[in-house]
Nanobody, 116 residues
Framework: QVQLVESGGGLVQPGGSLRLSCAASGFTFSSYAMSWYRQAPGKERELVASIASAGGSTNYADSMKGRFTISRDNAKKTVYLQMNSLKPEDTAIYYC?????????WGQGTQVTVSS
């Protein structure tokens, strides 16, 4: 059974940091590109960052460059999102995604709220 379980969300003040984790099981994690997406209330889901299966190549949405860092540990079957200098507009549900050719898996999401 495929599972992607996100954790690490919560309430943080503007300028603060959070580290999200996504633990994977039920598929060959090291063969999948991994991504983080987010969806704010009333908005469409958008790509935050992605990382290639071997971890050598990363991609970020323009508004996250320099503030967010995606990484993965294939031995632990976990992908991370380090978020620094958080802004109120980063408030959203953050989703983990695993993708390979015809396969596309999603986690349930973790809420991130940036507010003073």
């Amino acid at each position: 059974q495929v599972q992607l379980v996100e954790s690490g969300g919560g309430l943080v003040q503007p300028g603060g940091s959070l580290r999200l984790s996504c633990a994977a099981s039920g598929f060959t994690f090291s063969s999948y590109a991994m991504s983080w997406y987010r969806q704010a209330p009333g908005k469409e889901r958008e790509l935050v960052a992605s990382i290639a299966s071997a971890g050598g190549s990363t991609n970020y949405a323009d508004s996250m460059k320099g503030r967010f860092t995606i990484s993965r540990d294939n031995a632990k079957k976990t992908v991370y999102l380090q978020m620094n200098s958080l802004k109120p507009e980063d408030t959203a549900i953050y989703y983990c995604n695993a993708r390979r050719i015809f396969y596309d898996f999603w986690g349930q999401g973790t809420q991130v709220t940036v507010s003073s």
